[in-house]
């Protein structure tokens, strides 16, 4: 049976013991996530006792309430415990209360979505499945990947472990704020910096950086690590970083330090042509997810 579940009455135990045993879980699914990327302001549909769940951010408009995609989360929609559960999505979109009069929602890429009475588009991710040696995933990057990380392997550079998230806010303060300008405000950066500091107090992620033989830094990334998965959150380079690829080397270290494992890298997009080449360039591979509107 479906129920719809306001946030308050939601048995947070057991929503998250169903993320930490969905076939399809995701880190951006934990309660803890979700009260800060959406504030709180997220209900749910839950089926048999939490064996699966269906989040619902919202943001109250004048008359109406919208379900939406919050910053910092690139997937949602139907979580399961047991595969019975997939065939459930589309009943439990029509289960969504009619006071969700819009809506914009990411599925999940193990969410299979046709459907005449919602719009359905497609977003891409990239993944890399770790399992392979260090040489073959290494053989999968592209010419120009690899001479980029040559460059940067004769630059000198090294990478360093930061502990908390000061750092790569404020670096994306300052090498990104053309970029987000428009996009994301203060307060989106303070909401990602809570979620970094959060996931790095669970142990469900970390925070590598990049620096020259000067000991100068040149790039940061957050790698979320959750539910057999490692996810390339936010990343940065400073005009430094960018010269000397040390994107390039920071992602191949991380790569070459998790080969052999049972993760697959999410490289979390993108429908940006540049970014795309880059993640491929890795032996990234598209893999699509729903996205529902009304």
């Not at 997939?86 to 979505?113: D, V, W």
């Not at 428009?182 to 990602?192: I, M, P, S, Y």
Request: aromatic residues 12%; hydrophobic residues 40%.
């Amino acid at each position: 049976m479906i129920k719809y579940i306001r946030h308050k009455d939601i048995e947070v135990e057991k929503w998250d013991a169903c993320i930490d045993q969905a076939l399809n879980g995701l880190p951006y699914a934990y309660s803890w996530y979700l009260n800060l990327a959406a504030e709180e302001q997220w209900d749910a549909l839950v089926i048999d006792d939490y064996k699966a769940v269906f989040p619902l951010p919202f943001k109250n408009r004048v008359v109406y309430k919208q379900i939406y995609q919050p910053f910092f989360i690139q997937q949602l929609g139907l979580f399961y415990t047991d595969a019975t559960y997939a065939n459930q999505l589309h009943y439990c979109i029509e289960q969504i209360p009619s006071a969700f009069r819009k809506m914009n929602l990411h599925l999940n890429t193990a969410n299979g979505m046709q459907s005449s009475f919602v719009k359905v588009k497609h977003r891409i991710t990239h993944h890399i499945n770790l399992n392979k040696t260090p040489v073959e995933i290494a053989a999968a990057y592209s010419e120009n990947n690899k001479r980029n990380i040559k460059k940067a392997q004769k630059a000198k550079l090294s990478i360093i472990k930061l502990n908390t998230a000061n750092e790569l806010i404020a670096f994306r303060k300052k090498y990104l704020a053309n970029e987000l300008d428009g996009t994301q405000t203060a307060a989106d950066a303070e909401r990602l910096k809570r979620i970094l500091e959060k996931a790095l107090s669970l142990n469900k992620g970390f925070i590598k950086g990049v620096v020259d033989e000067h000991n100068q830094l040149l790039a940061l990334a957050f790698f979320m690590s959750s539910n057999n998965f490692l996810i390339y959150l936010s990343a940065v380079s400073s005009d430094a970083g960018k010269e000397k690829n040390a994107m390039h080397f920071l992602i191949d270290q991380t790569l070459q330090q998790h080969a052999g494992s049972n993760l697959t890298f999410d490289f979390e997009g993108s429908l940006i042509p540049g970014l795309a080449r880059f993640y491929k360039g890795f032996g990234g591979v598209e893999i699509s997810f729903p996205v529902i509107q009304k």
